[in-house]
C-alpha cells in the first residue's frame, strides 16, 4: 500500500487522482471538479480546501479563492504548517500581504519549537516573492 496522503486515507486517495497536478497544466476545471468532489467525500478536512483555494487563484478565479481562505483563517492555528502555507501563499498572491506576512512569523515560531516542515514554508515565502528566503529553507 502506498503512503497516506494527509487528509486522505482511501476515499481521499481515490477522490483526486493528479488533481494537485491539474492547475499547473492547464487543465484547471478538472481539477476544481476533482477537489470538489474530494472536500464533499471529506468534509471534515481542510488539508483540501486549502488546496481547492490554491487551485481557484491559479485558475484566475480570485474571489472564490479568498473566501475559501477567509473561511479557514478563523481557524488557521489549528492547522497544519502546509495547510497555513498554502493559504498564505492564497494571500500573498492576492495582495493581502500582511496577513501572509503573519502566517510566515507563525511558521517561524513553530519552526523554533521544531515542528514546521520548511517545504511548506517556503511555498510561503514564493508566494511573498522572497525567493532567496524560500530556496534556503529546502
Known sequence: MGRARPGGGPAGARARPG?????????????????????ELKPEGSFYDSQYA???????RREEAIERVDALLSRVEALTTLE????????????REAEALRIAERLEQRARGG?????ARAYLEMGLGRHERALSLL
Open 54 to 60: 490554491v487551485a481557484l487563484l491559479v485558475a484566475g
Open 19 to 39: 488533481a494537485g497536478r491539474c492547475p499547473h497544466v492547464g487543465r484547471f476545471e478538472e481539477s476544481l471538479a476533482l477537489y470538489r468532489t474530494t472536500i
Open 84 to 95: 497555513q502555507a498554502l493559504i498564505g501563499w492564497v494571500l500573498a498572491r492576492s495582495g
Open 115 to 119: 515542528v514546521a516542515w520548511g517545504g
